[in-house]
């Protein structure tokens, strides 16, 4: 089923913040030459099915180097709360009139758009059999970390919003829907074999090299390198998955 057909516009909504703890600035820092945001937002652009690709930042003033960033490259941009990251993707979105909202973090310079093409057929396939809110390839992880994906109607997005009370249900978004299942119809995207192990998201030194040499390894070689050639490559050059193999993942509310 192409989704263009259901009259929703669909956007990824990038949430990116200068003022990351373990690694600052790192959604600026280079790889293969161009910002690692930058990397990101190309590759959602690939998406057959995406209408807008919208970067969430906030208001704090080290943050206007992502809006000089937006600007300087025709991405379209909005500035909300730092602590409180529902709101900023509910005022993001309703300000662009978004059906659809796709969370995408800013730590994830691999990201898939064919899996995320993928994940919005399903989401789209199980809506019309009935409402869906909440479509995502975390919860149970199968994929691996820095290919997450979260799709949410933005009706349920609204009503979180308006509903979540707590400060982890705010600062991280989906937790009021995944943790509500009474409230939200929910769908898990699983893959068939489990790769939850490798780690390609970006949040220290270690996992930013580990980027470095994937790109180095692909980037350039086709017009996008995607999930299936990052496996290749790893199983050509098993060393790769020991540069940020102790790197343990930040909890929730960390």
């Keep these: 089923m ?5 009259n929703f516009k669909v956007a990824a909504i990038v949430q990116a913040r200068m003022g990351s703890t373990r690694l600052q600035g790192k959604i600026l820092k280079e790889i293969s030459h161009k910002p690692m945001l930058w990397h990101i937002v190309d590759r959602l652009s690939h998406s057959k099915i995406i209408d807008e690709i919208i970067v969430a930042t906030t208001n704090l003033p080290e943050d206007d180097l992502v809006q000089e960033f937006c600007e300087r490259n025709n991405i379209l941009f909005y500035r909300g709360s730092s602590e409180d990251v529902l709101s900023r993707y509910y005022e993001a979105a309703n300000k662009f009139k978004t059906d659809i909202v ?109 980027i470095e040499e994937i790109y180095k390894e692909l980037y350039g070689k086709k017009e996008l390198f995607l999930f299936e050639d990052i496996l290749k490559l790893f199983d050509a050059r098993p060393e790769l998955i020991g540069i940020n193999q102790d790197v343990e993942q930040k909890k929730l509310g960390e």
């Design 102 to 210: 796709i969370r995408i973090t800013s730590d994830c310079p691999v990201i898939d758009p064919l899996i995320v093409d993928n994940m919005l057929e399903y989401f789209f396939t199980e809506n019309q059999l009935s409402a869906l809110d909440y479509l995502s390839n975390v919860l149970p992880r199968t994929f691996p970390r820095g290919l997450d994906t979260e799709i949410i109607s933005f009706n349920s997005l609204a009503r979180s919003y308006n509903e979540a009370t707590l400060q982890l249900e705010r600062e991280h978004v989906t937790p009021y829907i995944y943790n509500h299942p009474e409230k939200f119809s929910i769908k898990y995207f699983v893959n068939e074999k489990n790769y939850s192990f490798h780690r390609w998201t970006v949040d220290t030194e270690k996992d930013f090299r580990l």
């Design 2 to 6: 192409n989704c263009k057909k259901q």
